[in-house]
């Protein structure tokens, strides 16, 4: 039973790293990649570029995202019984940051992309979609930070040692012979 939990802990453990790095490198594409691309546009075509963005990436983001949530509660569950370690600590300050992130992206990015949805293309001035612009931004830097922030946190707990429970058979290794 208690090899059954090791190596429980341990596959949802990388599971979670993993799906929690996919999710960084995503949020970590808007500065290296897309960022840069949407400043160098007009106010019509960033409009544009981010209405048929959102309208993608919305859904196929909260699948990855209620999947990483599946997998928080799974670990989380599955290390109960390693409360008072570090590994369980730092999957729970993880999970905070993910919780951050998430209130991030209800409270600042989703009423902006809302606006950017709704946005009338050339009924827009400049001014007005470059404040929009920003406050995108504002909110994408924030949830990489947590993000980012959270897979890091969750790379020390995998990297923690954690003791694997003792089996009831020996170790049938032979010992060398002390001459």
């Known amino acids: 039973m208690h090899t059954t939990l090791y190596r429980a802990q341990r596959i949802?453990?990388?599971l979670?790293?993993?799906?929690?790095?996919?999710?960084a490198g995503v949020?970590?594409?808007?500065?290296?990649g897309l960022a840069p691309v949407?400043?160098?546009?007009?106010?019509e075509n960033f409009?544009?570029?981010?209405?048929?963005?959102?309208?993608?990436?919305h859904l196929?983001?909260?699948f990855l995202l209620i999947g990483i949530g599946v997998l928080y509660l799974l670990t989380l569950l599955c290390f109960a019984t390693a409360v008072r370690t570090k590994t369980f600590a730092f999957i729970a300050l993880a999970c905070v940051f993910s919780i951050a992130d998430l209130q991030i992206n209800r409270t600042l990015q989703r009423p902006v992309n809302r606006s950017i949805r709704l946005a009338d293309v050339g009924a827009h001035s400049s001014a007005s979609v470059y404040?929009?612009?920003r406050q995108l931004f504002h909110a994408l830097?924030?949830?990489?930070?947590c993000s980012i922030g959270a897979f890091g946190l969750l790379c020390v707990a995998a990297m923690l040692p954690h003791r694997r429970p003792s089996d009831s058979t020996p170790d049938m290794v032979a010992q060398p012979h002390s001459r």
């Open 131 to 133: 404040g929009m612009e």
């Open 60 to 62: 196929r983001i909260r």
């Open 47 to 57: 409009l544009k570029l981010w209405q048929l963005h959102d309208y993608y990436l």
């Open 12 to 14: 949802l453990l990388g």
């Open 38 to 43: 949407l400043d160098a546009l007009s106010a």
């Open 27 to 32: 949020l970590m594409m808007y500065s290296i």
């Open 141 to 145: 830097h924030l949830r990489q930070f």
């Open 16 to 23: 979670l790293l993993g799906t929690a790095g996919l999710y």
